[in-house]
Structures are given as C-alpha cells and as structure tokens.
C-alpha cells in the first residue's frame, strides 16, 4: 500500500512511469501495474468534461498527428499555447481549471484553478481566458491533455519542472493517454526554442538548455522594448 500511494502521489505531480520507478529505485515492471489500476479508479470516479478549448494558432511549429488547428497563424509563434478544461460540479457549476503551455520549451508555466463556476460565469471568463489570442476552438479533452500533459514530459527531459501549483491540475486531467503519446512533437520545428517571459532568468534558462547538449535556439526580449 505504501509503494501504491508513492506511485499515486508522483503520478500526480504529472511523472511517467518510467520517471516514477527511476525515483523510487525499483523496476518499471512493478509500477506498470499500478499506475494502470490508479488511472482505473480515477477514469471511474472521475466527474464528466464538459468542454475543452485551446486557442486558434496552437499547432505553429509542432509537428502533430491526428489533430486540427482551426486557424494555423503563418509567420511564426512564442510557442505559448492556452488550455481551458471544465468539468460537471454538481448539477448545476462547473469545475474549471486553465493552463499556460509553452510547447517549445518550458512546458507548463502558469495554472488558474480549480474554480467553480456557473455556465454563465464560464462563458464570460472563457473570452477573458483567451483574449491575448486572434481565436478560439473548441478542442477533444483529449488534445488539451496531451498539450498540457505532453509539453510537462517534453520539459522534464530538458532539465525544467513545472511549479509547485501544477500538482493538483495535472490530477484535474486525469491520465496521459498511451495511444496519444508522440501525437505532438514539441519544441519548434523538432527542436528546443526558448523565448524569454516576464520575471524569467534567461540565462539560467540557456545554461540548462547547453547542459542538455541540444540544438536549440532562443529569442531574449530587449529590455526597453515595449
């Protein structure tokens, strides 16, 4: 029971199996089995989406497979892609959790929620959620998962974590799907590209991307620009 728990708790902070054996020092052949009976009692008690939606633009510089990007945007993008997730509460709210996904580097980068909220409520706060974008589409929940669960592993294997508040959203998605694992390509174009972000230490950020010895590329706002 202690091992399943450990296994549980780690899963929930967004590891894969293989990271989460590697972390508790034993074969991936005894988490296996565990991570898919945790997925089975979350799948079953898991209350029912009612919406997903990601902004217009997401698959710029991503390689994806089975996936439609209503409106592509030519000309290039930060990589900063919008993730929105409601769920039934009750029988009358919503459960509502928001991330921002940098998808050519970082993974992960800011959470709203869990909140709960009226279908009015949501409708209002989806325009705010996705106002910095030309558009919105309504997305599989299984695409948001991928976008938001795929960019974190991506991250993990460049050295970055997601920060502390991602724990109880990554439970909010339930578990990555194995069929939809490789169905992104992160990174732009196949490869690290980091754009520096408010209150970041690009530096920082550039030493861990030379420690992995990948090709990647960078773009630092100057400071006086607008």
Request: with cysteine.
């Amino acid at each position: 029971m202690e091992l399943r728990n450990k296994v549980r708790e780690l899963r929930e902070q967004g590891m894969s199996p293989k990271e989460i054996a590697r972390a508790l020092g034993v074969p991936p052949s005894k988490v296996a089995p565990l991570v898919r009976a945790i997925a089975a009692e979350a799948e079953a008690a898991a209350p029912e989406v009612v919406g997903a939606w990601v902004n217009t633009g997401w698959s710029v510089g991503l390689t994806t497979r089975g996936w439609t990007d209503e409106a592509p945007v030519e000309g290039g993008s930060s990589g900063m892609v919008s993730v929105l997730v409601a769920k039934s509460h009750g029988w009358d709210k919503l459960e509502v959790c928001g991330y921002l996904v940098d998808v050519y580097c970082l993974g992960v980068k800011h959470t709203i929620g869990p909140d709960i909220m009226s279908e009015v409520e949501l409708r209002r706060f989806r325009e705010f959620f996705f106002s910095d974008y030309a558009g919105r589409q309504e997305a599989p929940f299984a695409l948001a998962r991928e976008l938001v669960l795929g960019s974190v592993e991506y991250a993990r294997g460049l050295g970055f974590e997601p920060g502390d508040d991602f724990a109880p959203l990554a439970a909010f998605l339930g578990e990555r799907a194995a069929a939809d694992a490789g169905s992104i390509e992160f990174g732009r174009d196949g490869r690290p590209f980091y754009v520096a972000g408010p209150g970041e230490d690009p530096r920082k950020v550039l030493r861990q991307l030379e420690k992995t010895g990948d090709d990647f590329g960078y773009y630092i706002v100057p400071e006086n620009a607008e």
